[in-house]
């Protein structure tokens, strides 16, 4: 079935620095098994205010560490569902919030040895956090290096619990700030991610580039810099584990107005589309010139979907019949693209008769 939105009572709210706030929230027991998660996973949440947003917001906890279950949210100027949760949200509150998904993650065993290198700019330590704690815990033999970036030392969430995690696994996890300001107090880097800034920072802390494992997470560009920077050096491409974290909340607003479906041109040619979504199938018709979860959401399928970009996998079918042309497909993985799973917030039909299948 596709997977659906549960209403979850808010059990914490704490602030983790003046621009981010942790969310707890309280898992009834009959919803334990549809929110167990995997170190790095996402969830979404919905909001009742207008136009209903819906955000993707990485666990910040770590099913093998925590009892608790929650995200962590850095307010976004501008940005309508972050302000509201960092300022206004409060324990007792219910949102609706969609179990967990994503395949930025790894499977964590005690028999594994291996090295990490990761990667994390602002809150996109939050899926890189719930991974650290992760493999601390398990894999004993493990060894991992974080890079992470801030505008300054008072931007850096979670240092508190980050400072006690290298300093409890000195001898199996370095940490290495890298601050816009930097401040006297600190030992850090300064600057800013770039391709060639890679090279040197793998030479000064004698990164070991073909046995290591890389997982990134952060605003678009600050990605690009860091993966072109790992070509460079000679990382496999197949080692390199990405989560973008669009710096664009804002920009899921804008493409909020599309979720209404009138944005379709007047006049633009359609195709047929039988879409098969919590148990029920559906034939309408899809404008060239909108997406398949568009269509969807035009014709009242209420599908489910988050980030509208490509950047996350809540919107995710099955192509079952016909062609199917996707813009963005990097949340999935070879095997499921080759399986015909598509995100439907960037594909397009392109047969004139196509079948997909949410449930799948």
Not at 31 to 46: E, M, N, S, V
Not at 125 to 152: D, G, H
Not at 212 to 231: N, Q, R, T, V
């Amino acid at each position: 079935m596709a997977i659906q939105f549960y209403n979850l009572k808010v059990k914490e709210v704490r602030r983790e620095t003046d621009q981010a706030v942790s969310l707890f929230f309280d898992i009834p027991d009959n919803l334990k098994d549809d929110f167990k998660y995997k170190p790095g996973q996402y969830i979404t949440i919905k909001l009742d205010l207008e136009g209903e947003p819906r955000r993707a917001y990485s666990l910040s906890t770590s099913p093998h560490t925590d009892s608790e279950f929650g995200v962590t949210i850095k307010e976004v100027q501008g940005g309508k569902v972050s302000t509201y949760i960092n300022n206004e949200l409060k324990a007792g509150d219910m949102l609706d919030v969609m179990p967990p998904l994503g395949n930025f993650t790894t499977i964590i065993d005690e028999h594994n040895i291996r090295k990490f290198v990761m990667f994390a700019g602002g809150s996109g330590i939050t899926p890189i956090i719930s991974l650290i704690k992760s493999i601390l815990k398990v894999e004993v033999n493990s060894r991992l290096t974080l890079f992470y970036a801030n505008q300054t030392n008072d931007s850096v969430i979670f240092k508190k619990e980050l400072d006690e995690l290298e300093n409890n696994h000195s001898d199996k996890f370095k940490i290495i700030h890298i601050l816009e300001d930097n401040p006297l107090s600190w030992e850090c880097e300064t600057g800013r991610f770039t391709a060639e800034r890679i090279s040197e920072l793998f030479r000064n802390y004698n990164i070991n580039i073909q046995d290591s494992e890389y997982f990134m997470c952060g605003p678009a560009p600050m990605m690009e810099a860091i993966e072109d920077g790992l070509k460079i050096v000679g990382a496999k491409n197949s080692s390199i584990n990405k989560e973008l974290f669009t710096a664009a909340e804002n920009q899921s607003e804008r493409l909020e107005k599309d979720t209404t479906g009138n944005n379709a041109s007047k006049g633009s040619s359609s195709k047929k589309l039988k879409v098969t979504i919590y148990g029920e199938d559906y034939e309408i018709d899809c404008n060239d010139d909108e997406t398949i979860l568009m269509a969807g959401i035009r014709n009242h399928l209420d599908p489910p979907f988050s980030c509208q970009i490509g950047a996350c996998s809540t919107c995710m079918a099955q192509v079952k019949k016909g062609e199917v042309e996707m813009e963005v497909d990097d949340a999935l993985t070879a095997d499921e693209i080759e399986d015909g799973f598509i995100l439907t917030c960037t594909s397009h039909v392109k047969s004139d008769e196509v079948e997909i299948d949410y449930d799948y």
